[in-house]
């Protein structure tokens, strides 16, 4: 029988809590009165509970676990609640259902780990330390804020977070949704937030109007692309090579309207965009990192053109927009090594690679690399384009080599 913890670490810590002695059995045969009001707290505590500790606590007239609505604790406020722990039973009082809530989340800490992390099912019993605890929050805004515009989280991430939040009687969640990135949750009223994309018509003193650069408007709509494609993991190198097949297809756009071979082009992305005042000539280079800007305001563009200068940081989901000047470089080497129409060869082969099916969506630069060699050959045989791209790659510092 798993014994609970003897430290009673509870977060937060009550207000007031003091231990009684002994300690009391739940098992199977425990049930569970739910006095009027109280109804929800006792579908909760089943719910969360019940399946990790292999518990029923079905309801019953005559049930040990006491959940009660009482009026008269009114200096608990919405979100207090009183809880005691003997050895025959367990009683749950709160003047508001919400603070019934709350002391179900204290029961489920004051249970062993295992009945919180599931590591335990089917019969069995359990025990819980007899106390005597007030509790009232201090602060009655405690939240959390979650990044899901630059940060994407898969909805079983979002469901544990929220567990994990009401376990330790957070009450607020801030969901940062949109920004500069775009917007990333459907909404059924307005269908339009995910259908229409929308560019910034810039504050004038920084940036210009964003459709005035084709490759920008192009490059985003590279990211349906991937998406759609490799799916490519927006961090770490995996996100930096989503960013720069974006910054890629963008500039081939551009200098396919323009009618520019890939030694006219001048590989920058965003070009015109920055106001007159900002020292810069645009977003990126692709042909130079890191001299695309260097402002007193905007500061100076961090991205690397080769491994020996990558930057480690935990920042723009792992550098996903810095980081990219690698792969940025070594498509710019290829495309002026092959000469000509640049989304004739170099963009086929990026092409190729994104929607072969083999780039997986966690991959590297290596990664990446080694299938832009094998596109290469079984495009173009074993004429001079296989030999490009090692080249291009070896010259950022990227290895093809299994």
């Known amino acids: 029988m798993p014994a609970s913890r003897p430290d009673l670490a509870l977060l937060p810590r009550p ?11 739940l098992d199977r045969d425990t049930t569970v009165r739910a006095l009027p009001g109280a109804e929800p707290a006792a579908d909760l505590l089943r719910s969360l509970v019940g399946p990790a500790a292999g518990l029923p606590l079905a309801p019953s007239p005559e049930g040990r676990i006491v959940l009660a609505l009482d009026e008269q604790l009114g200096g608990l406020g919405e979100e207090g609640y009183g809880l005691t722990v003997s ?8 003047a508001h259902p919400t603070g019934l809530l709350r002391g ?7 249970l062993p780990a295992e009945a919180l992390s599931g590591g335990v099912r089917g019969p069995g019993s359990w025990e819980l330390p007899c106390v005597e605890i007030t509790d009232i929050p201090e602060l009655p805004w405690r939240g959390s804020l979650l990044d899901v515009a630059r940060h994407f989280r898969p909805m079983d991430y979002l469901l544990r977070y929220v567990d994990l939040l009401a376990l330790h009687k957070l009450n ?11 917007w990333r949750m459907p909404v059924d009223a307005y269908p339009r937030l995910t259908e229409q994309m929308v560019f910034g018509d810039g504050d004038g003193e920084i940036f210009l109007d964003f459709t005035y650069a084709i490759d920008v408007i192009a490059h985003e709509l590279a990211h349906g692309l991937t998406q759609y494609t490799a799916n490519l993991r927006y961090e770490g190198q995996s996100g930096a090579l989503n960013e720069s097949v974006s910054d890629v297809f963008g500039s081939l756009v551009k200098q396919y309207s323009l009618g520019q071979s890939a030694e006219q082009a001048d590989w920058l992305i965003g070009a015109g965009l920055l106001a007159p005042r900002v020292s810069g000539d645009a977003l990126r280079s692709m ?6 800007y260097d402002d007193d305001v905007l500061g100076k563009d961090p991205q690397p053109a080769s491994m020996e200068e990558y930057v480690e940081t935990e920042e723009d989901n792992g550098g996903v927009h810095i980081n990219s000047g690698i792969p940025n470089r070594a498509f710019y080497l290829l495309a002026t090594a092959l000469g000509g129409n640049a989304w004739e060869r170099a963009g086929q082969i990026w092409f190729d690679v994104l929607t072969g099916g083999e780039l997986t969506a966690t991959a590297d630069f290596a990664e990446f690399a080694r299938l832009t060699v094998a596109a290469a050959g079984d495009r173009f045989g074993e004429r001079g384009e296989r030999e490009a ?3 291009a790659w070896s010259e950022v510092g990227v ?4």
């Open 15 to 25: 207000s007031r809590m003091s231990s009684l002695g002994g300690r009391l059995t």
């Open 87 to 94: 050895p025959q039973a367990l009683l749950l009082r709160a």
């Open 104 to 110: 179900v989340q204290t029961i489920r800490q004051l």
């Open 172 to 182: 607020t969640l801030h969901l940062h949704l949109t920004d500069d990135q775009g």
């Open 287 to 292: 042909k130079a990192p890191g001299t695309a």
């Open 389 to 391: 791209v090692l080249k």
């Open 399 to 402: 290895p093809t080599a299994e």
